[in-house]
Nanobody, 123 residues
Framework: QVRLVESGGGLVQAGGSLRLSCAAS???????MAWFRQAPGKEREFVAA??????GYADSVKGRFTMSRDNAKNTVYLQMNSLKPEDTAAYYC???????????????????WGQGTRVTVSS
């Protein structure tokens, strides 16, 4: 069982930066770790993923967001730069024990989820 706890959300002006953290209760170095987000009234969407055999970013965040992991701390991060109002959403950390693959950009592939942290970008 893996427990995920996100932190780092908040209110920021457009063009600003935030860094989200996701701390895992167990060892997740062999897991695919991902960030998803969900805006009010919209479906949960893929943001970024990282694993030992693959990863990537959604086109909407490529070049602005960077995902990283510190296996010693069982923590993954999402550095978000040049934030836009359309980045406003609840951001969720997720973990999947299966290898990175086609489904790794889909929420249903993930076994474990955090409670989410809210990011609000003002214009």
């Amino acid at each position: 069982q893996v427990r995920l706890v996100e932190s780092g959300g908040g209110l920021v002006q457009a063009g600003g930066s935030l860094r989200l953290s996701c701390a895992a209760s167990g060892r997740t170095e062999n897991y695919v770790m991902a960030w998803f987000r969900q805006a009010p009234g919209k479906e949960r969407e893929f943001v970024a993923a990282i694993s030992s055999n693959g990863g990537g970013y959604a086109d909407s965040v490529k070049g602005r967001f960077t995902m990283s992991r510190d296996n010693a701390k069982n923590t993954v991060y999402l550095q978000m730069n040049s934030l836009k109002p359309e980045d406003t959403a609840a951001y969720y950390c997720a973990a999947d024990s299966a290898p990175y693959g086609y489904d790794s950009r889909r929420p249903h592939a993930y076994d474990y989820w955090g409670q989410g942290t809210r990011v609000t970008v003002s214009s």
